[in-house]
């Protein structure tokens, strides 16, 4: 009787179920969507308390952002006279079309933060050290795709902070710009470049239009192919890899050989291999993990839906270059650069340290290179991979820790304490609103 209500229960929300491992393979193998899965995923993999599904949770909220965003298309004008206006038209004409510009923005800004919190745990896992010479997966490579993927991300949503060319919008932008200028040598050709001229107008505008519809989201569908494929080419996510090792190790195998090529890109290794790691430690990915990220999509979507309602995207007065809203503020997420160009920028008696080159620059550009060269500079044991805050890595999740807590601080305090002037103000302490015409 229990086992009744049980499977009553579950056809309820799920019919399909293998009689068979066989079956349950090919399920996977012959279908088209199905088939870059592999016929098996690991269980370790699939615990929660592992990855956290933080990255299917961003490929949800990308395809939210790409719907809605397909339908916007329908409704928004890429022109000075027109944006504006044709985002007034969403907010208030149009029948729901406020929910949808909502739905996007908040999908956006909430992407923004989970790329940020999957890097954190990729790094804390240890997720992207290098096993080549015992398993022969090469592992640093994701991690460079994710950094790539990092950055078109916040491009993505920093272009579409243009769009509704009000004055949020053109301020933003216009603190980006002169970062960009503040770059030696390259900086005016760089703001030319993302400016198209000397002033912010039609040409930024249609850029940056053309950049967020076509150019940032193909690239990054197509990187994110590639960053799923080079996960199942590593034999799996790394949660596996240390008891792989292992039992490699044990067993005294040799663990050479590659197989497969993507157009010459992607190589991996043999499922002999991929096996070893896992012996008796598998289900089948279909209906285990499909039915896992079926859940996962319709979750992000009812939580995105539920925060659109009460989120309001903000829309301030058109766009105009003869007044400064006072304080000027860049995104969020750009908000810790903002910030490190006001604290950087110094003035000894007649000398200027250039906050934009130091704060704007120097400081991220190292900060990023560290972050691609550290999967070849970190020493610690094999065994520390794929393993959250493993003893061997202490010293490094700290000293990063502390970076991410730095950053986290610098957005805080540009978001909360910086008033006109950009002085600091304490919680407890008002700030005149400024005029926002003259
Ligand atoms: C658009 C952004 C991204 C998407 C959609 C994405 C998607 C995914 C997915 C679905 C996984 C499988 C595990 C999981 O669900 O967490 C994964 C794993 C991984 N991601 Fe990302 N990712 C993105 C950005 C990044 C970034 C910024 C980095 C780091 C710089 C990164 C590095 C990795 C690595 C190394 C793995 C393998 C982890 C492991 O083996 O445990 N990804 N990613």
Redesign the pocket.
């Known amino acids: 009787m229990k086992k009744k209500i049980k499977t009553f229960i579950r056809n309820l929300v799920w019919t399909y179920s293998p009689a068979t491992e066989r079956e349950a393979s090919d399920a996977t193998a012959r279908n088209f969507l199905l088939h870059w899965f592999p016929a098996k995923t690991t269980t370790r993999?699939m615990s929660f308390s592992?990855?956290?599904?933080?990255?299917?949770?961003?490929?949800a909220l990308?395809s939210i952002l790409t719907i809605t965003g397909l339908i916007l298309m329908f409704l928004y004008v890429p022109s000075v006279e027109r944006a504006y206006w044709s985002i007034k038209d969403l907010e208030f004409v149009v029948p729901y079309g406020w929910f949808i510009r909502d739905l996007h923005r908040i999908a956006a800004q909430l992407?923004v933060a989970t790329?940020f919190i999957?890097?954190m745990?990729?790094?804390l896992?240890g997720?992207?050290k290098n096993s080549e010479k015992i398993t022969g997966s090469y592992?640093p490579l994701?991690?460079?795709?994710?950094?790539a993927?990092?950055l078109?991300?916040m491009m993505l949503s920093y272009t579409g902070y243009l769009l509704p060319w009000d004055q949020l919008a053109l301020w933003a932008i216009t603190i980006g710009d002169h970062i960009a200028l503040s770059a030696p040598l390259v900086g005016p050709a760089i703001s030319k470049v993302l400016i198209g001229g000397t002033i912010i107008d039609q040409n930024t505008l249609i850029r940056w239009y053309v950049a967020h519809v076509f150019f940032l989201p193909v690239l990054?569908f197509m990187?994110?192919l590639w960053?799923?494929w080079r996960?199942r080419k590593?034999g799996?996510?790394?949660?596996v890899?240390a008891l792989g090792i292992e039992r490699i190790k044990q067993d005294k195998v040799v663990a050479k050989g590659k197989t497969y090529s993507l157009m010459g890109i992607t190589t991996g290794i043999t499922p002999t291999i991929t096996q070893y790691r896992v012996r008796g430690e598998t289900v089948s990915s279909s209906p285990y993990v499909t039915r896992r990220i079926l859940m996962i999509f319709v979750m992000v979507t009812a939580v995105t839906m539920a925060l659109a309602f009460f989120i309001k995207a903000p829309l301030e007065q058109p766009a105009s270059l003869m007044w400064t809203p006072n304080p000027a503020k860049a995104p969020w997420y750009f908000l810790w650069l903002q910030e490190l160009v006001a604290d950087t920028t110094i003035r000894i008696k007649g000398l200027t340290i250039s906050g934009g080159l130091v704060g704007g620059i120097v400081i991220p550009t190292f900060l990023f290179l560290f972050?691609g060269l550290w999967p070849l500079l970190d020493k610690s044991t094999d065994q520390a991979i794929?393993v959250w805050f493993h003893k061997s890595r202490r010293l490094q999740n700290a000293a990063f820790l502390f970076i991410c807590a730095v950053i986290i601080i610098l957005i805080y305090v540009g978001a909360v304490m910086r008033g006109p002037y950009w002085h600091i103000y304490m919680p407890w302490q008002q700030w005149i609103k400024m005029p926002t015409r003259f």
Do not use: C, K, P, Q
């Open positions: 993999s592992y990855s956290m599904a933080l990255g299917t949770i961003i490929f990308f992407m790329v999957h890097l745990r990729v790094f896992t997720a992207y592992r994701n991690w460079w795709i994710g950094l993927l990092l078109i991300t990054i990187l994110l960053h799923m996960i590593d799996g996510l790394a949660a890899e972050a794929g």
